[in-house]
């Protein structure tokens, strides 16, 4: 059977690798056919629901086998995944849900000491009249389920904020999905030998995509975690015999700091990008733990665009993002913007034509907003972005959206935020308040403003007051100015 659809690459790993542990989480071991089973049976229930094709479906729950069986039973009725970030708080989660027009929303109950499903429900006590909202972990009786998902129905929308500070849907068909992870497993030789450990949350689409939907390509054994923890870390990694972990810097740095280390075995394989990789952090974890390291670059509009090749060198690994990916071409416009061309680019942003054409111009290539550079081998070199994003421990931070909540705080003129170098998480924020005279606000009211109004990575760490804002004579903020950059 040709894999064109999600649904179809899940019958077909079902029936090649049958009993093979396809996804392991805690006591639940799942074999490939027992994977395909319970999702036929989450499709049947919300058939039943009345979601049926096209339909918009939410999941806001951290990793675990109850996210890759909700998730692929979605795909599996024919709707469309919206994946939410679990660090959203309940007005950001709702946004995302009522923007997408969802008619079902799976959701998780206590995570990180938030009830998400009460939150929501008290945010908004009308939710569940208009959406199906449905816990994460409920038990589906068994049910058989004939999927009618085509190659070219959108498959998943994921949002991601723009300079704006306002998110967009990034639309994808199954058939790109199905092309980004076909990539991904292809330059890493992921295969059914290989014991995936799911760190990389699955509402992102490295998590998700280069996760979830490369190791049902592939026939590798997945292990979601649901938060990093170093300890849980290296205990998974040593149990469940992992060959391959994906993950930020930070994670990398923190196992080989732990003492704990010391016993496990060499890893085949860490792939690693989202923020500056040092050369020292992958010789050491090429020396360490990992016998191949892989740095790649990617976004949400295109997921994977370049990735490193396993022969590659450290210092090509730490200091370049790789070459194109399989069916992906890069090159680099008259102002150094990296663009982007090939089956892995969205379709566009949910209903938002003028953003869609603003990002895709008319010969198909995607204006990234980041500035790069390619050598003669055809490797990237991220130099600067465009745009003001920043990266806090592998998550997105558009400086804009706190902006504007930082516009709504009580003796604040006006903010600038910038992302600043941090050992740990890569960048971390920091905020530039202008405030009003006779305001006694301090670093404590700022922080804590925000921290009940966006996700903890969007938090500024730091806050310094200044009498005003450095700007070009077009009244442009210079962030570069407030960098300490030239």
């Known amino acids: 059977m040709r894999r064109e659809t999600v649904p179809a690459a899940l019958i077909e790993a079902a029936r090649v690798h049958g009993d093979a542990e396809a996804v392991i989480d805690g006591e639940v071991r799942l074999g490939f056919q027992a994977l395909h089973d319970r999702v036929t049976a989450v499709a049947y229930g919300l058939s039943a629901m009345g979601v049926t094709r096209g339909d918009r479906v939410a999941i806001y729950a951290p990793n675990s086998h109850h996210w890759v069986t909700s998730a692929l039973g979605v795909l599996y009725a024919g709707a469309t995944l919206v994946p939410i970030n679990t660090r959203f708080t309940a007005a950001e989660a709702l946004d995302v849900i009522n923007r997408s027009g969802a008619r079902a929303l799976f959701v998780a109950g206590e995570f990180l000491g938030v009830d998400r499903r009460a939150a929501l429900l008290e945010a908004d006590s009308l939710l569940a009249s208009r959406v199906h909202v449905v816990p994460v972990d409920t038990e589906w009786p068994e049910a058989s389920f004939e999927s009618p998902a085509e190659p070219d129905d959108v498959a998943d929308i994921l949002y991601t904020s723009g300079t704006t500070g306002r998110s967009k849907g990034a ?48 026939g590798a054994t997945m292990v979601p975690q649901a938060v990093f923890d170093v300890a849980t870390t290296i205990e998974l990694l040593q149990s469940e015999k992992i060959t391959v972990l994906p993950g930020a810097p930070t994670i990398f740095q923190s196992i080989l700091d732990s003492p704990a280390a010391a016993g496990l075995s060499r890893l085949r394989l ?69 663009l982007v061309r090939g089956r892995n680019v969205m379709l566009g942003y949910l209903g938002d034509p003028e953003a869609t054409a603003a990002a895709i111009d008319a010969d198909g290539w995607l204006h990234t907003g980041d500035i790069g550079q390619l050598d003669e081998r055809g490797y990237l070199t991220i130099t600067d972005r465009l745009k003001d994003m920043y990266i806090c ?35 971390v924020g920091k905020a530039f308040v202008v405030r009003r005279e006779g305001s006694d606000l301090a670093e404590d009211d700022v922080i804590r403003f925000c921290r009940t109004r966006v996700a903890n990575f969007k938090e500024p760490r730091m806050v310094e007051f200044v009498a005003s804002l450095p700007r070009n004579p077009s009244g442009k903020v210079l962030k570069r100015v407030l960098r300490g950059e030239s």
């Open 270 to 338: 860490a792939v690693t990008g989202a923020a500056v990789v040092p050369v020292a952090l992958v010789e050491r974890m090429q020396r360490e733990l990992f016998d191949t390291v892989l740095t790649g670059y990617g976004l949400t509009e295109a997921v994977v665009v370049t990735l490193c090749h396993p022969t590659d060198d450290a210092t090509t690994v730490a200091t370049t993002a790789g070459t194109a990916a399989a069916g992906c071409t890069v090159r680099i416009a008259g102002n150094g913007e990296i």
């Open 171 to 218: 639309m994808s068909a199954h058939r790109q999905s199905l092309g980004v992870a076909e990539a991904w497993a292809a330059r890493t030789g992921l295969s059914a030998a290989d014991r995936y450990l799911a760190v990389n949350p699955f509402f992102h689409s490295f998590g998700y995509k280069a996760g979830i939907l490369a190791c049902l390509l592939t």
């Open 393 to 427: 421990g592998g998550f997105n931070v558009y400086p804009a959206e706190v902006e504007q909540v930082l516009a709504r705080l009580d003796g604040v003129v006006e903010a600038a935020v910038v992302g600043v170098p941090d050992a740990r998480l890569g960048e």
